[in-house]
């Protein structure tokens, strides 16, 4: 079984700084793409950023300039640095990864989400 874990979430002031983690651990061959999706109160999950294997990038429009995605594969960890944060940033921010296992399966694997507060 392959299981992620976020970490890194809290409650910052608007203008503020965060950066999450997520840990992919379990049985794991490849991660392959891995990302990054939000949940307001009340809302969708939503996508926040994606990140390929080799580091391509895809940010949601309402990121672009201020969130940066990156990862490192040796540690199969995920993290998302968050500058000048918004009201509207404020959710749960779940990680998502595509992993290839041990056992030669394929699947889509989610965190269990951290929370991002932010004051106004």
């Given at each position: 079984?392959?299981?992620?874990?976020?970490?890194?979430?809290?409650?910052v002031q608007?203008?503020?700084?965060?950066?999450?983690?997520?840990?992919?651990?379990?049985?794991?061959?490849?991660?392959?793409?891995?990302?990054?999706?939000?949940?307001?109160?009340?809302?969708?999950?939503?996508?926040?950023?994606?990140?390929?294997?080799?580091?391509?990038?895809?940010?949601?429009?309402?990121?672009?300039?201020?969130?940066?995605?990156?990862?490192?594969?040796?540690?199969?960890?995920?993290?998302?640095?968050?500058?000048?944060?918004?009201?509207?940033?404020i959710?749960?921010?779940?990680?998502?990864?595509?992993?290839?296992?041990?056992?030669?399966?394929?699947?889509?694997?989610?965190?269990?989400?951290?929370?991002?507060?932010?004051?106004?």
């Amino acid at each position: 079984q392959v299981q992620l874990m976020e970490s890194g979430g809290g409650l910052v002031q608007a203008g503020g700084s965060l950066t999450l983690s997520c840990a992919a651990s379990g049985s794991i061959f490849r991660v392959n793409l891995m990302g990054w999706y939000r949940q307001a109160p009340g809302k969708q999950r939503d996508l926040v950023a994606t990140i390929t294997r080799g580091a391509i990038t895809n940010y949601a429009d309402s990121v672009k300039g201020r969130f940066t995605i990156s990862r490192d594969n040796v540690k199969n960890t995920m993290y998302l640095q968050m500058k000048s944060l918004k009201p509207e940033d404020i959710g749960v921010y779940y990680c998502y990864a595509d992993v290839f296992t041990t056992r030669g399966a394929k699947g889509d694997y989610w965190g269990q989400g951290t929370q991002v507060t932010v004051s106004s």
